[in-house]
């Protein structure tokens, strides 16, 4: 059994060299894909435990004040939109909005008008007064932060495939050069070269020679004399 993989493996190692870079580049293919998908869904999951705990720290911020005003709420959320990660901050007081912002075109703080042009993740934190829930804190950040971050490891990942790749490459024509086959693939491109260097041969006119029939042999009495020469 042993003898007939090894004889097996002789005859087609070509083939099967082959055949295993093939499946090394599909492996190294599907770990690309797979470190970009899971670096993607790990983002998404902290920016969202983000979102909710600036959510939570801006509520408690907010339960240090004693009365809430329109005024020193708005102090409040402008502060906190000095973070540039904020793409909108809005507090809720029962039904009502009490004080909101968010981004513009130009990520600049403007004031909150319910349109959200962004893609953004949300986190929603309770505001509390003397225990009983009065309204609502809404922090929302920009999913640009998580696009960015996929996008370097994106381009991390595909230069780890080119890297991979080419030097399996090399490996797999070190193993052609070592059996021979580079050698022969040489020559066989030299044999076609030349063929094609060639000049082809002549094409054979019949107008220029024909066989010699009887009719063209002088007959001897056409020949001249010897005295007349």
Known sequence: MKRSVLIFLTRYRRWVALACWLLAILLFLAQAAWNIMAERDAAQNRLQNEAGRVASRFTHLLGLHGELTAVSTDALVTGLM?????????????????????????????????????????????LRREGQPVGTVEVYL?????????????????????????????????????????????????????????????????????????EDVAAPEDALPVDAI
């Open 142 to 214: 920009a999913r640009r932060l998580v696009q960015e971050g996929s996008d370097k490891v994106m381009q991390r990942e595909t230069w780890r495939f080119i890297i991979n790749t080419l030097l399996l490459s090399v490996f797999l024509a070190a193993l052609y050069w070592h059996w021979g086959d580079l050698r022969r693939l040489h020559s066989l491109g030299l044999q076609l070269l030349r063929k094609q260097g060639d000049p082809e041969p002549e094409k054979s006119d019949d107008r220029k020679w024909r066989p010699v029939s009887g």
């Open 82 to 126: 000095e973070d540039q990660r904020l793409y909108a901050v809005t507090v809720q007081v029962g039904d009502s909005l009490f004080s909101g912002q968010r981004r513009n075109e130009h990520w600049e703080a403007v004031p909150w008008d319910g349109e959200i042009t962004e893609n953004t993740v949300q986190g929603m934190s309770p």
